[in-house]
């Protein structure tokens, strides 16, 4: 049942359809907004000097126009507003700000303990992240907000992250109430992978698409939807965990409960237990002598780089974990239809050629719609931690994509 909507609302979704159009450019006209939006030229032109008073966006440079006066471009106005970023990894935070573009200004990262305590990562988070904005002189009241993406799953109605794996200590912790505290500004969580996909967005590959797929290959591994300009997040709030689609039917066992999850073949923990029993066995590979000095020498990092300089072991358990990736991916394209799938991520750096050039393959040639239109395959090229970036542009997105749930009108009482 659709519900109706009053016309301020109409308003602010068109502000933001206008917004978004100039966001999504390289400097725009007037003109050609109105022909990408639908929207009049008089309201195109309303919304602009509004967005312009507010300082939101600024005239910049002029188009040539076949007969008349050349037409002025616009674009966002990068310091408009700021937005604070943070990634809580099992292993590791991230904290950026960004600009009203999305551009990362200022970043941190540690290393964490899995003996900390969660209010007590809360509380230097919040630290860190005012320490940054104080060095950038970001004044307090052009901060819109804080974005934390945590590992799935994650009750958003209360801001918990629910039961994330490998960190017992993070059961149902109030993440939302806590920063809030701590931190003093307006607090949005989700999971990393919608915060990565949210990222890519705002200034990444998915800039010029309505419709993708995010494969998030961290610690563990996640998917985002972002399909109609807006991240799919099903009835629970946690669709899109493609770590968990099966690859290998009796494989590994995953803590999900199922066997042969992607996530349990091609996690950096799978990979760095696969090449250890191959080195066990004496094969050999450049890695053997760091592997004789102590097994935990040979991490995943060491093995993605002995990959990538074509270490015969390392490439082949690398190679077959691009193989359930693309299978993986062309489960995402029959299920989806999207144009454009990103792979991002910590756990692609130095093997992010191996696996795209495995997952274009696959997709040229598996799905059934491949004569209609094959999907993208891009790799995030967004900061250190993509996560991070994404938290923070979660906060924009928030603020200034149009979304078409601000639209309903939710019934008194209700
Ligand atoms: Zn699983």
């Given at each position: 049942m659709f519900s109706g909507t009053n016309l301020p609302k109409m308003g602010t979704y068109n502000v933001n359809?206008?917004?978004?159009?100039?966001?999504?450019?390289?400097?725009?006209?007037?003109?050609?907004?109105a022909q990408q939006t639908g929207l009049t030229a008089q309201t195109v032109s309303v919304i602009v000097r509004r967005l312009i008073e507010n300082g939101i966006v600024q005239e910049s440079g002029s188009l040539p126009s076949a007969g008349g006066k050349p037409r002025k471009t616009l674009r966002v106005n990068p310091a408009a507003a700021y937005a604070v970023g943070i990634h809580f990894d099992p292993r590791e935070m991230s904290i950026?700000?960004?600009?009203?573009?999305?551009?990362?200004?200022?970043?941190?990262?540690?290393?964490?303990?899995?003996?900390?305590?969660?209010?007590?990562?809360?509380?230097?988070?919040?630290?860190?992240?005012?320490?940054?904005?104080?060095?950038?002189?970001v004044p307090s009241d052009r901060v819109l907000g804080v974005g934390a993406a945590c590992p799935g799953p994650i009750d958003q109605s209360q801001g918990l992250v629910t039961s994330p794996p490998r960190r017992d200590r993070w059961t149902e912790v109030p993440i939302k109430r806590l920063l809030k505290h701590y931190i003093r500004f307006e607090v949005i969580v989700d999971n990393d992978a919608n915060a990565a996909a949210i990222g890519e967005r705002w200034s990444g590959h998915g800039r010029s698409t309505s419709n993708f797929a995010y494969l998030y290959l961290g610690t563990g591994i996640g998917g985002a939807m972002f399909l109609s300009n807006n991240i799919y997040r099903g009835v629970s709030l946690n669709a899109g965990e493609f770590g968990h689609v099966v690859v290998e039917p009796h494989g590994t066992p995953c803590y999900c409960g199922n066997r042969g999850c992607?996530?349990?073949?091609?996690?950096?923990?799978?990979?760095?237990?696969?090449?250890?029993?191959?080195?066990?066995?004496?094969?050999?590979?450049?890695?053997?002598?760091?592997?004789?000095?102590?097994?935990?020498?040979?991490?995943?990092?060491?093995?993605?780089?002995?990959?990538?300089?074509?270490?015969?072991v390392a490439r082949r358990v690398i190679d077959r974990v691009a193989e359930y990736i693309a299978d993986c991916a062309v489960i995402i394209a029959n299920c989806l239809d999207v144009e454009l799938l990103v792979l991002g991520g910590k756990a692609v750096t130095h093997v992010a050629e191996i696996y795209r050039d495995k997952v274009t393959e696959a997709l040229r040639s598996l799905p059934l719609a491949r004569k209609t239109h094959t999907l993208r395959v891009a790799v995030s090229e967004l900061s250190i931690d993509g996560a991070a970036l994404g938290a923070a542009s979660m906060v924009l997105h928030a603020n200034y994509a149009p979304n078409t749930a601000h639209l309903v009108s939710v019934p008194a009482g209700a």
């Open positions: 359809v206008v917004l978004s159009s100039i966001q999504a450019s390289e400097g725009i006209s007037r003109v050609e907004i950026v700000v960004v600009d009203m573009t999305g551009r990362e200004l200022a970043s941190s990262q540690q290393e964490l303990s899995p003996a900390l305590e969660p209010e007590v990562l809360i509380d230097q988070a919040a630290q860190v992240a005012h320490k940054l904005l104080a060095n950038l002189g992607l996530e349990a073949m091609c996690s950096p923990a799978a990979i760095t237990r696969n090449v250890h029993v191959e080195l066990a066995l004496g094969r050999d590979s450049s890695l053997s002598p760091l592997y004789q000095r102590g097994a935990a020498l040979v991490d995943h990092t060491a093995i993605c780089l002995a990959a990538a300089q074509g270490d015969e």
